[in-house]
């Protein structure tokens, strides 16, 4: 048998030539296919429904076998995190409604303030080459390519393709994934202590206890008061909650002293704001975030600075959703801009189970 | 008419939305090594094995269209590369009409192989850059495994879903 007869030939150049125009006319975008998507999706759908409820048994005793040592830690794990975040969370939640206070009478736009729908996952990327995860919402509901998709711990990924009863939602990690992010880094100054008159030392106020977003310039007063030596000393702290790290430093203070009246004051503290862009590398590896201006960069960003969305007329995202926290700045060989990694505060994307779509539509014609 | 109700498409495409199920929901979850196996392209490989490059050709290139349609990727890419591995995977039948079981095995183990490795140089073509990387080791040996292990069940599926049987030798009277 020849190995390249004229129809074979002839089949490999209708099958490549065929292929080529399907991918440009798709790429370009073409409704057609577009409605050729949706028929198909209406067709396989009873198909999936019924391979899914077959499957759902069989997949439930695998996981049975193979994760139940790995369940049984995560549950302790979480366990153990969810007690020790308990009292955070308390102090969160002021924080927050402090925030959407000062979002109302400023009126501007949290991206909590857009409607969102709750969304099921229903199902992983079905490829190697592609993280994407299925939702149970579509066009129906009101999804729309390019919303936002964000779960409890921050954004997840944007919808890539709707059909009227499911979406699918390209994930953060997805090296096609990019998006328009923020960096808030503090520049800490060295706390300025007024000395009190008896010259007993204080201990320094930890700067991290300042809060970011209220502004640029920030004072932290701690005052001690107590006018009776035999009484005990009552302490007035700004910052209340379990874990509070200012609270060692007060107590420290308020042994020693007693009887003073001490006032601890922290220099101006400046917000230092990067803009870039965030994309994926893969599941398992950070993301990468490259900045607009990579020489304004330069020493500004560091480990542990939070990542948001940048928002604007031309983002696919409102501003202020969290993405993750800076883990690594690394220079790069051979030119000035900095590699910046950045984990991911959504989670493991893997075990995703209930999403938000946020409903918003980006206003281009604003720009 | 009857050439059209008698013809392959009409079987593959409903084994198509089958084995596209399956893949879409059981197959995601049973991960092995954070792979996903990959069903549809080891029947792609198995209508080569069992039907020849030219047809093994067009069935990967229809299961491909379908898979491109349900997950969203541009449409033709994967349809191109499951045509490949089918394409591939055919060249047993010209080494011999009626290939062994394990002959036919490891061609559609070397056809699921070669569409699974030129999937993401496809993608790169179309600057979806960032698959060639170290898992990339990993993820081709254990879908080319998978597609070895059930291969006695997809080549049979694919032969007659293309609609080709089996030639059976006969002695001739003198």
Same mark, same amino acid.
């Given at each position: 048998?020849?190995?390249?007869?004229?129809?074979?030939?002839?089949?490999?150049?209708?099958?490549?030539?065929?292929?080529?125009?399907?991918?440009?006319?798709?790429?370009?975008?073409?409704?057609?296919?577009?409605?050729?998507?949706?028929?198909?999706?209406?067709?396989?759908?009873?198909?999936?429904?019924?391979?899914?409820?077959?499957?759902?048994?069989?997949?439930?005793?695998?996981?049975?076998?193979?994760?139940?040592?790995?369940?049984?830690?995560?549950?302790?794990?979480?366990?153990?995190?969810?007690?020790?975040?308990?009292?955070?969370?308390?102090?969160?939640?002021?924080?927050?409604?402090?925030?959407?206070?000062?979002?109302?009478?400023?009126?501007?736009?949290?991206?909590?303030?857009?409607?969102?729908?709750?969304?099921?996952?229903?199902?992983?990327?079905?490829?190697?080459?592609?993280?994407?995860?299925?939702?149970?919402?579509?066009?129906?509901?009101?999804?729309?390519?390019?919303?936002?998709?964000?779960?409890?711990?921050?954004?997840?990924?944007?919808?890539?393709?709707?059909?009227?009863?499911?979406?699918?939602?390209?994930?953060?990690?997805?090296?096609?994934?990019?998006?328009?992010?923020?960096?808030?880094?503090?520049?800490?100054?060295?706390?300025?202590?007024?000395?009190?008159?008896?010259?007993? !030392? *204080?201990? @320094?106020? #930890?700067? &991290?206890? /300042?809060?970011?977003?209220?502004?640029?310039?920030?004072?932290? $007063? =701690? %005052? +001690?008061?107590?006018?009776?030596?035999?009484?005990?000393?009552?302490?007035?702290?700004?910052?209340?909650? !379990? *874990?509070? @790290?200012? #609270?060692? &430093?007060? /107590?420290?203070?308020?042994?020693?002293?007693?009887?003073?009246? $001490? =006032? %601890? +004051?922290?220099?101006?503290?400046?917000?230092?704001?990067?803009?870039?862009?965030?994309?994926?590398?893969?599941?398992?590896? @950070?993301?990468?975030?490259?900045?607009?201006?990579?020489?304004?960069?330069?020493?500004?960003?560091?480990?542990?600075? +939070?990542?948001?969305?940048?928002?604007?007329?031309?983002?696919?995202?409102?501003?202020?959703?969290?993405?993750?926290?800076?883990?690594?700045?690394?220079?790069?060989?051979?030119?000035?801009?900095?590699?910046?990694?950045?984990?991911?505060?959504?989670?493991?994307?893997?075990?995703?189970?209930?999403?938000?779509?946020?409903?918003?539509?980006?206003?281009?014609?604003?720009? | 008419?009857?050439?059209?109700?008698?013809?392959?498409?009409?079987?593959?495409?409903?084994?198509?939305?089958?084995?596209?199920?399956?893949?879409?929901?059981?197959?995601?979850?049973?991960?092995?090594?954070?792979?996903?196996?990959?069903?549809?392209?080891?029947?792609?490989?198995?209508?080569?094995?069992?039907?020849?490059?030219?047809?093994?050709?067009?069935?990967?290139?229809?299961?491909?269209?379908?898979?491109?349609?349900?997950?969203?990727?541009?449409?033709?890419?994967?349809?191109?590369?499951?045509?490949?591995?089918?394409?591939?995977?055919?060249?047993?039948?010209?080494?011999?009409?009626?290939?062994?079981?394990?002959?036919?095995?490891?061609?559609?183990?070397?056809?699921?192989?070669?569409?699974?490795?030129?999937?993401?140089?496809?993608?790169?073509?179309?600057?979806?850059?960032?698959?060639?990387?170290?898992?990339?080791?990993?993820?081709?040996?254990?879908?080319?495994?998978?597609?070895?292990?059930?291969?006695?069940?997809?080549?049979?599926?694919?032969?007659?879903?293309?609609?080709?049987?089996?030639?059976?030798?006969?002695?001739?009277?003198?």
């Amino acid at each position: 048998m020849a190995i390249y007869s004229m129809g074979r030939r002839r089949v490999i150049a209708v099958l490549v030539l065929t292929s080529i125009l399907l991918v440009t006319l798709d790429l370009r975008g073409s409704a057609v296919i577009d409605r050729a998507r949706s028929v198909f999706s209406l067709v396989l759908e009873p198909f999936d429904a019924a391979a899914r409820t077959i499957s759902r048994p069989v997949i439930n005793a695998w996981r049975g076998v193979t994760q139940y040592d790995e369940l049984v830690r995560e549950n302790e794990r979480l366990q153990e995190q969810v007690d020790s975040q308990r009292g955070a969370e308390i102090v969160a939640r002021a924080a927050i409604l402090e925030y959407q206070e000062l979002l109302t009478l400023n009126r501007l736009l949290g991206s909590s303030s857009y409607p969102s729908a709750t969304a099921q996952v229903q199902g992983a990327s079905p490829g190697n080459f592609q993280y994407t995860v299925e939702i149970d919402k579509g066009s129906v509901d009101g999804i729309a390519v390019g919303m936002p998709v964000v779960n409890g711990g921050g954004l997840v990924g944007k919808i890539t393709q709707v059909f009227p009863n499911s979406s699918v939602v390209l994930l953060i990690v997805d090296p096609g994934f990019s998006i328009g992010a923020k960096v808030l880094t503090e520049a800490v100054p060295a706390p300025v202590v007024q000395a009190p008159t008896s010259g007993i !030392p *204080l201990a @320094p106020v #930890d700067p &991290a206890t /300042t809060d970011p977003t209220a502004g640029t310039t920030t004072t932290v $007063t =701690t %005052t +001690t008061i107590a006018p009776d030596p035999a009484a005990p000393t009552a302490t007035v702290d700004p910052v209340q909650g !379990p *874990l509070d @790290p200012l #609270d060692d &430093a007060v /107590t420290t203070t308020s042994t020693t002293a007693p009887p003073l009246f $001490t =006032t %601890t +004051t922290v220099a101006p503290v400046e917000i230092i704001r990067e803009t870039g862009t965030l994309s994926g590398q893969g599941a398992g590896k @950070p993301l990468v975030l490259r900045f607009v201006d990579d020489s304004s960069s330069q020493g500004r960003v560091q480990v542990g600075s +939070t990542v948001q969305t940048a928002g604007g007329t031309a983002s696919i995202a409102p501003a202020g959703i969290p993405i993750g926290e800076i883990t690594a700045v690394r220079q790069q060989s051979g030119t000035r801009a900095q590699l910046v990694e950045v984990a991911s505060s959504a989670g493991d994307l893997s075990k995703l189970n209930f999403v938000r779509v946020l409903l918003y539509v980006p206003n281009t014609s604003g720009g | 008419m009857r050439a059209f109700l008698t013809g392959p498409l009409v079987r593959l495409f409903p084994v198509g939305l089958c084995v596209l199920a399956m893949q879409r929901t059981f197959l995601t979850e049973l991960k092995v090594m954070d792979v996903v196996l990959q069903i549809v392209l080891a029947l792609a490989a198995g209508a080569g094995a069992g039907a020849g490059p030219e047809r093994g050709a067009i069935a990967g290139f229809t299961l491909g269209l379908m898979y491109d349609l349900a997950t969203g990727s541009p449409l033709g890419l994967t349809a191109l590369v499951y045509a490949l591995a089918g394409f591939v995977a055919g060249y047993v039948l010209t080494f011999t009409p009626t290939p062994p079981w394990w002959l036919a095995s490891l061609f559609v183990g070397i056809g699921a192989a070669v569409g699974e490795t030129a999937a993401p140089a496809a993608r790169a073509l179309i600057g979806q850059d960032g698959w060639f990387t170290s898992q990339l080791f990993t993820i081709v040996p254990v879908v080319t495994v998978f597609a070895l292990v059930i291969s006695p069940l997809v080549v049979p599926l694919g032969r007659w879903c293309m609609c080709v049987k089996r030639p059976k030798w006969k002695a001739m009277h003198e």
